[in-house]
């Protein structure tokens, strides 16, 4: 059994980490850059990154932030938001990242993925999924809809099946993202992600409303997910990654104690 992986998120605007509710809201909360390497020294097993409003204002990621994280920490991280082509995949990674996210400009040309796969391993690109729980029909039979732009913009496509897609487009790794969690700490979708992460072949990351370690712990199993994707509880210091670990691990679960 693999071990399950426990990853900060830093949302990322104007050079500096934010935190919102819903996509809402956000107040500015620190340094990313500083953050990454606390976070690093705790035991976060990977980080994610994401220029939240790149995509929204059409304008290129943060390549000077990426550059300073590469040189801070020692662990893997991705980068999205703003992510648009080949090239600027190559100046992500390039920077020092280990893997890019593509969310919006997936879903806008869906071949970006199969091309990133081809020109850098599927290993290195994530697709970002932000859904949101919508009544079934004919076009969203899953009853979750894909939503682009950072959550402003709804596109009519099916989670399920855009997940499924971007498998067999190339997409190494699922970043699975629910617009009603977000930020609420109420809990993540188990529903959706349990949907997702059954139905493909490729490492889910649950993201999306972790309050408590209970929260995480059911990601991981009732959600089935490889990875949970956690931001308020310790951005806020409700708990310590290495305080989440050894919960984990005192429950039986199998989780890197690096530190």
Not at 49 to 66: G, L, M, P
Not at 71 to 89: Q, Y
Not at 122 to 132: N, P, R, T, Y
Not at 248 to 256: E, N
Request: proline share 3%; glycine share 10%; aromatic share 6%.
């Amino acid at each position: 059994m693999l071990s399950k992986r426990i990853i900060p998120c830093l949302d990322v605007r104007d050079g500096k980490t934010t935190k919102g509710i819903k996509f809402k809201d956000n107040i500015d909360i620190g340094n990313p850059v500083e953050m990454a390497r606390f976070y690093y020294e705790e035991g976060a097993d990977e980080i994610v990154f994401y220029d939240i409003t790149a995509s929204n204002e059409n304008r290129d990621i943060i390549i000077d932030v990426v550059a300073k994280v590469a040189e801070t920490i020692f662990i893997p991280f991705s980068v999205g938001g703003g992510i648009r082509t080949l090239e600027d995949m190559r100046a992500v990674l390039l920077a020092g990242a280990e893997k890019v996210s593509v969310n919006t400009a997936a879903v806008q040309n869906p071949k970006i993925i199969a091309d990133g796969a081809s020109s850098f391993g599927s290993q290195c690109i994530v697709l970002g999924m932000d859904a949101k729980k919508v009544p079934k029909n004919k076009k969203v039979p899953s009853g979750y809809e894909i939503y682009i732009n950072g959550g402003r913009t709804l596109t009519g496509i099916d989670a399920l099946w855009w997940a499924k897609k971007a498998e067999t487009l190339g997409a190494g790794e699922i970043c699975l993202n629910s617009i009603d969690a977000d930020g609420a700490q109420q809990g993540y979708e188990l529903n959706l992600t349990h949907l997702i992460s059954s139905s493909v072949g490729v490492p889910v990351i649950a993201s999306g409303g972790a309050g408590s370690i209970d929260h995480i712990y059911d990601a991981l199993t009732k959600g089935n997910a490889d990875a949970a994707l956690i931001a308020s509880i310790i951005h806020y210091g409700t708990y310590s990654i290495r305080q989440i670990k050894q919960s984990l691990h005192a429950r039986g679960m199998k989780v890197r104690m690096n530190w």
